[in-house]
């Protein structure tokens, strides 16, 4: 599942009763916007919205909200020239329709979502594949996860009383931003779905001994609204770029967006409405980031090459979708802005899931999303796959590696995620790549036991030419050069070994230091399971780090035979 207009995979639900109910209303009431009312982004200098505001209401416009230190403003108008007229103002660099149907009248006037009623979890919590997948069951035993650390949900909302999620979310820091109007009222959080219910519980579900466990179940979860009540729960722009200033204002170490934004599949920069929508939500998302947010999105589940676009079919999704000719500066939104940490979805089996996006370059790393159990609204719980499901995933061993590394920087945990990820091999013709880095799953599935077992962010190095072991022959060599690292080497040295080869009881498996240590990784260990594809953790701490390090193979036995595909050296 990934919400917008994407095909959703609606995999069957299998959950206690939810709460059913209607939506409260909010007081004080507004003015409903009148028939013919759109949404739109004026962007200006950050800082600098003064005059354009000035000019939203000269030009039949009133101004909804704005972001003044990013210079978005959201303003309504039923003035057809509304937008022409605006992008003459002085000081005004973009302005875009960010629907193409009338503002809902709700938008005056939110309602606040009910409480679901709560059904008492009667199942236990035992290991579930995903969990066990990423060795986040494994992680568990270390660390759980800091209270400092706060993930931002940016759904359709968290059933707060949940309770498999209640002793682990933060109402103080948690809102709704649909409509694009920050809105902090208690409850205005709620799940007016499920998903974002379900997303949340495989971030940070309390381990509890009922129902399910999350990736990181120390850490808090706070809820920011995106999605507006409708059949759809449609995440326009303005929300979405409320909700990215929220995160940044209020501290999140990480967000998670399973969701592009509506009503473009794809915004295409040669189009003024999309050219605004890129801008300001590209400006948001930076924003989060500079005041240290990792944001993490899903790839989305097109089954599509984001690396090759060619068509369109599905947009706008808010009124009649048109098949339209695009190009690769046409761009998921948040999911393919810079430093978004893009998350492809992996089945049981470690293969591509059949409905995940793809693309070189495109996607960060890769964690489950077939058939995820987790938390549902009312107390329940349920399976959906997704994109969705696997990027919440990845969202918490983030948040992992944000407990165990209080100072890194967004930069340093997008780092941490690739060094530390599982290699994992093309699965079919449209991979290309390598093991280490390929366009199904990027630099890997994400290890939770890795990120609870790193210290301060460090520099990697990697070797990908292939070096072929001959049968029962003299040793081969792959080198790495090292450099830039100052001093020695850690006392917890990562070697991160892809070798293929049938019966890997065949091998002896040595690390060779610059100045010709040997340490020991695998000798003739694994009987006759096929490849090493392991990470081995080495005190290398008597050890300058710079030089030429060498990862040294030899077959020792006759009639099995192999190579080195890739290796790599994280310091």
């Known amino acids: 599942m990934f919400l917008g207009s994407r095909a959703r995979l609606r995999t069957a639900v299998i959950a206690a009763a939810v709460g059913a109910g209607v939506l409260t209303a909010a007081t004080p009431a507004a003015a409903a916007p009148a028939a013919g009312t759109r949404a739109y982004l004026v962007i200006t200098a950050p800082g600098d919205t003064s005059g354009a505001k000035t000019a939203v209401a000269s030009n039949n416009g009133t101004v909804f909200s704005s972001y003044d230190a990013i210079g978005v403003i959201v303003a309504h108008s039923a003035a057809t020239d509304f937008a022409s007229k605006m992008r003459t103002v002085s000081g005004v660099q973009k302005v875009g329709a960010t629907r193409t149907s009338d503002v809902p009248a709700e938008a005056a006037n939110p309602a606040i ?166 801008e300001g939500v590209k400006r948001a998302v930076a924003y989060a980031e500079g005041k240290g947010v990792l944001n993490v999105a899903a790839a989305g589940n097109e089954n599509y090459n984001l690396a090759n676009k060619t068509r369109d079919t599905k947009s706008p999704n808010d009124s009649t979708p048109v098949q339209r000719t695009i190009t690769n500066a046409c761009l998921s939104v948040p999911t393919e802005l810079p430093g978004i940490v893009t998350v492809a979805s992996i089945t049981s089996a470690n293969g591509k899931s059949s409905f995940s996006n793809y693309g070189t370059d495109k996607i960060s790393v890769a964690a489950p999303g077939d058939a995820v159990y987790s938390t549902v609204p009312g107390g329940g719980y349920g399976s959906k796959s997704g994109t969705s499901m696997a990027s919440p995933h990845v969202a918490g061993v983030a948040a992992l590696l944000k407990s165990v590394n209080p100072a890194a920087t967004p930069a340093q945990l997008r780092q941490l995620l690739a060094t530390q990820a599982d290699d994992l091999a093309c699965t079919d013709s449209r991979c290309s790549g390598t093991t280490a880095k390929n366009n199904f799953f990027g630099e890997g599935r994400v290890d939770a036991l890795e990120a609870v077992g790193t210290g301060t962010p460090g520099k990697s190095f990697e070797n990908t030419t292939r070096v072929d072991i001959p049968d029962n022959a003299a040793a081969v060599t792959s080198p790495i050069t090292v450099s830039g690292v100052t001093g020695n080497a850690p006392a917890t040295l990562k070697v991160a070994v892809d070798i293929v080869h049938t019966y890997r009881g065949d091998l002896v498996v040595d690390l060779i230091a610059p100045d010709g240590s040997v340490y020991s990784l695998s000798n003739r260990s694994g009987g006759s399971a096929d490849n090493i594809q392991q990470t081995f953790t080495v005190d290398a701490s008597s050890e300058v780090a710079n030089g030429v390090w060498k990862l040294r193979v030899q077959d020792v036995a006759a009639a099995d035979t192999g190579y080195i595909n890739s290796w790599k050296l994280t310091f």
């Open 113 to 278: 979502p009910p409480a679901a009623a709560q059904n008492s979890p009667t199942v236990t919590e035992p290991v579930r594949p995903d969990m066990a997948q990423i060795k986040a069951d494994q992680a568990w035993a270390v660390n759980q996860g800091s209270r400092n650390v706060t993930v931002g949900v940016l759904d359709t909302g968290i059933d707060d009383l949940h309770e498999d999620l209640k002793a682990n979310f933060d109402a103080a820091d948690s809102a709704s931003c649909a409509y694009g109007k920050l809105d902090t009222r208690a409850g205005a959080w709620r799940d007016i779905d499920t998903h974002g219910t379900h997303v949340a519980g495989t971030i940070a579900a309390a381990k509890n001994g009922r129902g399910v466990v999350g990736v990181a179940p120390g850490v808090k979860i706070a809820a920011v609204r995106v999605a507006e009540p409708n059949t759809e729960s449609f995440f326009f722009a303005e929300n979405t770029i409320c909700a990215m200033v929220f995160a940044g204002d209020h501290g999140f170490a990480v967000t998670n967006n399973s969701y592009y934004t509506d009503p473009w599949l794809f915004n295409c920069p040669d189009n003024a409405d999309q050219d605004a929508i890129l």
